[in-house]
T-cell receptor, first 114, second 116 residues
Framework: DAGITQSPRHKVTETGTPVTLRCHQT?????MYWYRQDPGHGLRLIHY???????DKGEVSDGYSVSRSKTEDFLLTLESATSSQTSVYFC?????????????FGPGTRLTVL | GENVEQHPSTLSVQEGDSAVIKCTYS??????FPWYKQELGKGPQLIID?????GEKKDQRIAVTLNKTAKHFSLHITETQPEDSAVYFC???????????????FGSGTRLQVQP
C-alpha cells in the first residue's frame, strides 16, 4: 500500500466550528488531492496541489481551503463547518501529471457536522 | 467540465457469472479512463486503466473497453468470485472547469454483489 495516512480517521463536530484534516505521505509524490465522497456522487475533487505552496481549486471548493507547506503534508480546512460538509474525505497522491497516472488513495476521514 | 455517468448503481450476480459496468463521458478531449475498486471502510484502489489510443485492455479476469466515438467505456469481470464484491468507480480525465487543467471526474459508483 502507498504510504498515505489521514488524521483524524473519524471526527464529530458542531456547525460553525473550524476543522482541519491532515494528509501525510511518505512517497515523495508531487501531486496531492482532497476528495469528498457522498452517496450518489462518487468522489468529487475539492482542491489539489501540484507542489509545495502550489494549490488550485477543484469542482466543489466552496467552504474549503488547503495548505501545503511541505511535500509530505496537505491540509484541508473547513473554516466554519456546515451540515452539508458531513462526508467521507479522501486524500490521494500521484507521481506525475494531474490525473494521468495512478492516484493512490488514503484510508479516508469520516466527518460528521451536527 | 467533464461529466461521467455510471450504470447500474447496483449489480448482483452469481459466483462464476460475468459482470459488466458501463460509463459514459461528455468531454471528447478526455484521454485516460481508470477503474477503481473500493472495499468497505477503505480508500479506492486502481484495478485497471485505459488510455484513449487503445480500444481494449485485459488483465486476467478484468477487461476494459473504450468506444471514443460513442464516448463510453465499460468494465468486464469474468468468472466472478465473492471477493469481487465491492463498489466500483469509473473515472475520466477531462478538462477542469475554468483553469484549463485536467483532472479525474468520477462516476457515482456501482455496488457489485457476488452471491456464492
Amino acid at each position: 500500500d502507498a504510504g498515505i495516512t489521514q488524521s483524524p480517521r473519524h471526527k464529530v463536530t458542531e456547525t460553525g466550528t473550524p476543522v482541519t484534516l491532515r494528509c501525510h505521505q511518505t512517497e515523495n509524490h508531487r501531486y496531492m488531492y482532497w476528495y469528498r465522497q457522498d452517496p450518489g456522487h462518487g468522489l468529487r475533487l475539492i482542491h489539489y496541489s501540484y507542489g509545495v505552496k502550489d494549490t488550485d481549486k477543484g469542482e466543489v471548493s466552496d467552504g474549503y481551503s488547503v495548505s501545503r507547506s511541505k511535500t509530505e503534508d496537505f491540509l484541508l480546512t473547513l473554516e466554519s463547518a456546515t451540515s452539508s460538509q458531513t462526508s467521507v474525505y479522501f486524500c490521494a497522491i500521484s507521481e506525475s501529471e494531474l490525473g494521468y497516472n495512478e492516484q493512490f488513495f488514503g484510508p479516508g476521514t469520516r466527518l460528521t457536522v451536527l | 467540465g467533464e461529466n461521467v455517468e455510471q450504470h447500474p448503481s447496483t449489480l448482483s450476480v452469481q459466483e462464476g457469472d460475468s459482470a459488466v459496468i458501463k460509463c459514459t463521458y461528455s468531454d471528447s478531449a478526455s484521454n485516460y479512463f481508470p477503474w477503481y475498486k473500493q472495499e468497505l471502510g477503505k480508500g479506492p484502489q486502481l484495478i485497471i486503466d485505459i488510455r484513449s489510443n487503445v480500444g481494449e485492455k485485459k488483465d486476467q479476469r478484468i477487461a476494459v473497453t473504450l468506444n471514443k466515438t460513442a464516448k463510453h467505456f465499460s468494465l468486464h469481470i469474468t468468472e466472478t468470485q465473492p471477493e469481487d464484491s465491492a463498489v466500483y468507480f469509473c473515472a475520466a480525465r477531462g478538462g477542469l472547469w475554468d483553469t484549463g487543467r485536467r483532472a479525474l471526474t468520477f462516476g457515482s459508483g456501482t455496488r457489485l454483489q457476488v452471491q456464492p
